[in-house]
């Protein structure tokens, strides 16, 4: 979903949506983020605009209240501290409300194309899964998969492993019998799988 919205739409409304998508379906984020650029398509409008707006528009998503006072504040750290612009860099990024590691990647990786490793749920657990890690937090897995993963494969991870955890890689009752990778999985943590 982050890589379609990222090549239609600014930096800006990558990093705003990409906050919105933790915890929600991508369908649910791509309508929300449309309704809320429509409206407010810049930082500058966005750190101008009333929370209750904010909130009616995203209400549709989850953690709505948290995440209509995250993206506010980011907007207004953007007009401030950055001239409006999205920072291009981890460090800068990671100061913005609602911005963590993941979210930082996940910006550098589809606003900018500069190699990052965004580790969500599915990634951590595919990696663990391959045998490729044995980790047991997303922190953890980042940091270990940047000493084995070549950065030229970075960029396309996230993507590959999201969608193969989200159709066939399930937490629970994963496809094995499907999965177009099952002969280099060593399965680690599966106990039961279809």
Excluded at 3 to 8: G, M
Excluded at 99 to 127: M, Q, W
Aim: glycine share 4%; hydrophobic share 40%.
């Amino acid at each position: 979903m982050l890589a379609k919205i990222s090549k239609r739409h600014s930096a800006f409304q990558t990093l705003i949506s990409t906050i919105l998508s933790a915890r929600a379906k991508d369908e649910v984020t791509e309508v929300i983020s449309k309704r809320l650029f429509k409206k407010y398509p810049d930082a500058k409008s966005l750190a101008k605009a009333r929370l209750s707006d904010v909130k009616k528009i995203i209400k549709p998503i989850g953690f709505y209240n948290n995440k209509a006072e995250n993206i506010i504040k980011t907007a207004k750290i953007l007009v401030r501290d950055f001239g409006s612009k999205v920072p291009d860099n981890m460090q800068d990024l990671v100061k913005l409300s609602g911005v963590g590691r993941k979210v930082a990647s996940c910006v550098l990786v589809y606003a900018f194309n500069k190699p990052a490793l965004p580790i969500d749920t599915h990634v951590h657990k595919i990696a663990n899964r391959l045998g490729w890690v044995r980790t047991k937090t997303p922190e953890q897995t980042e940091k270990a998969l940047e000493k084995i993963v070549p950065k030229r494969f970075w960029l396309i991870l996230n993507d590959v492993f999201v969608q193969l955890g989200k159709t066939i890689c399930l937490s629970r009752n994963p496809k094995c019998s499907i999965c177009p990778i099952r002969k280099y999985c060593k399965r680690v943590g599966v106990n039961k799988a279809l």
